[in-house]
C-alpha cells in the first residue's frame, strides 16, 4: 500500500482545491467517488494507505469513516471523530468533560408517543427557562450550515417550536438540544487545528461577521463576511483552543477539523463593526455571485480570477479597520466553543481571507502516513 485516496460523495470547489494542491506537491489522489460508502471493497482501496473522507453528507462520512477503518485503511478524519463532530450533544459533553468554556445547553430526548407530547412540552419548557433562560437557541443535533437554528425569546415562541419539533427528524433523531444564547460581538470564529502524529496545533481562523444585529447566525452560507484572524497572538484563547483539540482528537494520531466558537465580551460598544461590514459586503458579494456563477467549470479555469478578486476585498480601507477592530475585540473576550466539524469548507473564504490552505495540511498529513 503506497498511495492516499479522495473519498467523496460531490466534487465540491473544497475536494477541487485539493486535488490541485496534491498535484502540485507530487501526491496524485485515487479518486473514489461513492453514494453508498457501506458497498466499498478491498479492491476500492487497493494500493491507498491513507484516505481522506470528505463526503458531505453527515451520514455518508460516517459510514465512509467506519468502511474504511473496517477494510483496514487510516482514515482523515477517523470514525471515532468523524462521529463526535457529526453530534452537537456528544461534542458539547466531551469538551465540557475536559474543562472547555462551552455555552450551557439542554437535550430532552422526544416523548414516546403522540399522547404525552403536551406534557413533554410543558417539561421542556420549564427546565428551559430555569436553566437556559430567554433568549435561548434551538438547534437541530446533526444539523450544518446554520439550517434550523433559531432564536427564541419567549414562552409562546418556545412552545410553537417544540410543537413543530416533537418527532424524530434526520437531522434531529433523538431529541431536541437547546444552548443559551450568547451575546456575539457581531461575529464568530471558524478555527481549524489539527493533528499530525507527534505534532498538532492551530492552522488558521476567520471572523464571520454578521451582516446586521437582526441576524445572529454568521454562517459564511448566510453571507457571513470572513476575516482572517491571527489567533496565535492570543495565548488565553489559544490554550483554549488547544485544549478543545485534544478532547476532539482524543488518542488519534491524525485529524483535521474546524472548532467554532462564540466571543463574549462585555462593557464594551461593538456595533459599529456592522457599519464597518456593509461597507464591505458589495465587494464580497460580487465574489459570492462569481463563484456561483462558475461552480460548474473547471476550478483550475476561475480559481485565479476568485483569488484576484478577495484579494482586493482584503485591501479596502474598510476591511482593514474591520480587521483591526474584531483584533481588538478579542483581546477583551471570552471565548466559548460549540461546534466541531469534520468536513469544512476553506476553498472560498478560509484560504482567501487567512492566506493559509487547509490543503497543503491534508497533504501533509497524507505524506506523514506514507512514509511510516
Known amino acids: ?34 453514494k453508498n460508502p457501506s458497498s466499498l471493497v478491498t479492491e476500492d482501496v487497493e494500493d491507498v ?7 458531505e453528507s453527515k451520514h455518508r462520512a460516517l459510514e465512509a469513516a467506519k468502511r474504511v477503518e473496517e477494510l483496514g485503511r487510516v482514515v482523515i478524519n477517523s470514525y471515532r471523530v468523524e462521529s463526535l463532530c457529526s453530534d ?12 472547555v468554556k462551552v455555552p450551557k445547553s439542554l437535550f430532552k430526548s ?31 443535533t446533526h444539523g450544518s450550515w446554520g439550517r434550523g437554528v433559531l432564536k427564541v425569546g419567549d414562552r409562546e415562541t418556545l412552545v410553537e417550536v417544540l410543537g413543530r419539533n ?39 481562523c476567520i471572523a464571520r461577521v454578521s451582516r446586521s444585529p437582526e441576524e445572529f447566525r454568521t454562517n459564511t452560507h448566510l453571507g457571513g463576511l470572513p476575516v482572517g484572524v491571527d489567533l496565535n497572538a492570543y495565548p488565553r484563547h ?12 482524543g488518542h488519534e494520531d491524525y485529524g483535521i477539523v474546524a472548532l467554532d466558537a462564540m466571543p463574549s465580551i462585555e462593557g464594551r460598544d461593538w456595533s459599529s463593526i456592522y457599519k464597518l461590514a456593509a461597507e464591505c459586503i458589495s465587494v464580497y458579494d460580487e465574489i459570492r455571485r462569481f463563484v456561483h456563477k462558475n461552480r460548474f ?41 460549540h461546534e466541531a466539524n469534520s468536513r469544512f469548507d476553506y476553498a472560498f473564504n478560509t484560504r482567501n481571507a487567512t492566506g493559509v490552505n487547509p490543503a497543503d495540511k491534508y497533504v501533509d498529513i497524507c505524506f506523514k502516513i506514507l512514509e511510516q
Open 297 to 337: 467549470r473547471r476550478y483550475v479555469n476561475w480559481k485565479t480570477e476568485m483569488e484576484e478578486m478577495f484579494r482586493k476585498l482584503k485591501e479596502l480601507d474598510t476591511y482593514k479597520k474591520l480587521s483591526r477592530f474584531i483584533d481588538e475585540l478579542l483581546a477583551d473576550c471570552d471565548l466559548k466553543i
Open 49 to 55: 494507505k491513507v484516505v481522506v473522507n470528505r463526503c
Open 110 to 140: 422526544f416523548p414516546k408517543d403522540d399522547s404525552s407530547i403536551e406534557e413533554w412540552i410543558t417539561e421542556v419548557v420549564e427546565e428551559a427557562e430555569s436553566e437556559l433562560g430567554y433568549p435561548l437557541v434551538f438547534k437541530p
Open 238 to 249: 489559544r490554550m483554549e483552543i488547544l485544549r478543545a483539540l485534544d478532547a476532539i482528537m
Open 88 to 99: 452537537k450533544i456528544k461534542t458539547i459533553r466531551v469538551l465540557e468533560g475536559k474543562g
Open 166 to 204: 416533537s418527532r424524530p427528524t434526520q437531522i434531529n433523531p433523538e431529541g431536541v438540544f437547546l444552548q443559551e444564547y450568547v451575546e456575539k460581538p457581531g461575529f464568530d470564529l471558524r478555527i481549524l487545528v489539527y493533528k499530525e502524529g507527534s505534532s498538532s496545533g492551530l492552522l488558521c
Open 1 to 34: 500500500m503506497s498511495s492516499a485516496a479522495l473519498l467523496y460523495d460531490r466534487l465540491t470547489i473544497d475536494e477541487a482545491e485539493l486535488l490541485v494542491t496534491a498535484s502540485r506537491r507530487g501526491l496524485e489522489f485515487k479518486r473514489i467517488f461513492t
